[in-house]
């Protein structure tokens, strides 16, 4: 699920059936273990008073399809006798069963980090394949590069005519990896990528990236393993390509706390549940970050629309006025707003909550 998918979640007339649990089927015993579990969350969602269409959604999607094998956790969402969200967790989440008039998030939006966008090479000394993902994750192109492939292997011997050959075939690869490169350049360009990844055959990686544009070169991250010659080992490079997005995933983490940090004590930044909720109602929040261990059971006032939170010292001005958790409604704001929300558990923030602001 993509972040902007999100919206069309708040979209939905609550109120809202909300489960997170374990779903690793990782022992013999996975699927009576999950099923047990799902029993259990369910009933805690009847006893709350979830409807019981919604109920039955969920429970048929828990009871369809096969699990993937290993560690992994399972979020549901369902409003209205309707299943709204049906994901698949990297990692299993602590057991949640909430009914609620706006939709719980925390746990989904921990497991979505911002997509990195990035251009994948893969390439021999004849060919490529390269595809683009952009900022939203997803890919938006996928080209194929064929060169020359007469005499791109050196000969074994000697004299003049092996001489010559051979500096033929060293031509070859380096056109080819030209022709190679200036794909990657005008891809990475489309996509403004962070991050170009090849992959392939030794020589091949290495003349590719001589044949980089200097702002492609300096992003560039070759994969320190495959071939001298031949089909690479396409797994390998996957898994290798998961690593570095996670790893610049990472990074960029790092960098919006540390910005924080610098930011928090100026107009950039918003600490604490008061000025969080102020910025949020006035449209200001870029970033909104969330601990969830600080922020707790706390509750704010909810308004007119998402937008619309305060904290009891602020009060609103509206009759239509009610209290939420801030665990809800803070992030279904940020949310609505068009802002970001990072969950940094473990990051000291005053009341669980702080803000990077817009202007």
């Known amino acids: 699920m993509r972040r902007n998918e999100l919206q069309d979640v708040l979209a939905a007339e609550g109120p809202f059936a909300c489960a997170y649990f374990d779903a690793s ?8 273990r999950i099923r ?12 709350q008073g979830a409807d019981q269409a919604t109920v039955d959604a969920m429970n048929r999607a828990v009871s369809g399809g096969e699990p993937p094998v290993g560690t992994a956790g399972r979020a549901l969402i369902g409003a209205g006798g309707d299943l709204l969200v049906d994901e698949w967790l990297p990692s299993p989440p602590q057991t949640v069963a909430r009914r609620s008039e706006v939709p719980y998030l925390l746990p989904l939006l921990a497991t979505m980090d911002r997509p990195v966008p990035y251009v994948a090479v893969i ?8 595809k683009a993902v952009d900022h939203s994750g997803e890919p938006v192109a996928t080209e194929d590069v064929s060169g020359e492939d007469y005499h791109v292997h050196k000969p074994r011997g000697g004299g003049w005519s092996h001489r010559r050959i051979q500096q033929y075939a060293e031509e070859s690869v380096k056109r080819n990896a030209r022709d ?3 794909e990657a350049d005008l891809l990475a360009q489309k996509v403004s990528a962070r991050l170009v990844a090849i992959g392939g055959e030794a020589q091949t990686r290495s003349a590719l990236r001589d044949e980089l544009s200097p ?3 300096e992003i560039a ?8 010659e031949g089909e690479p080992d396409l797994d390998e490079y996957d898994a290798w390509l998961d690593e570095l997005v996670a790893r610049q995933q990472a990074e960029d983490r790092d960098d919006i706390v540390q910005r924080y940090r610098a930011a928090a004590g100026r107009d950039e930044g918003a600490s604490g549940l008061r000025a969080v909720t102020a910025a949020l109602r006035d449209g200001r929040v870029a970033t909104l970050l969330v601990d969830r261990g600080g922020l707790g059971d706390g509750t704010v006032l909810w308004g007119e629309d998402l937008l619309r939170v305060a904290t009891a010292e602020d009060g609103l001005s509206e009759q239509d006025v009610s209290e939420h958790r801030a665990d ?7 949310i609505a707003a068009g802002a970001d929300v990072l969950v940094v558990d473990g990051v000291e923030l005053p009341d669980g909550v702080g803000a990077l602001l817009r202007y």
Not at 25 to 32: G, I, V
Not at 36 to 47: K, M
Not at 328 to 334: D, G, Q, R
């Open 25 to 32: 089927h990782d022992t013999e015993d996975a699927a009576d």
């Open 36 to 47: 047990l579990q799902w029993r259990s969350v369910r009933e805690q969602l009847t006893e």
């Open 123 to 130: 390439a021999d000394r004849t060919e490529a394949r390269l």
């Open 180 to 182: 190679m490169a200036d």
């Open 215 to 217: 702002r492609c070169a």
């Open 221 to 228: 991250v070759e994969l320190n393993a495959g071939p001298a």
């Open 328 to 334: 809800e409604a803070l992030p279904a704001a940020a």
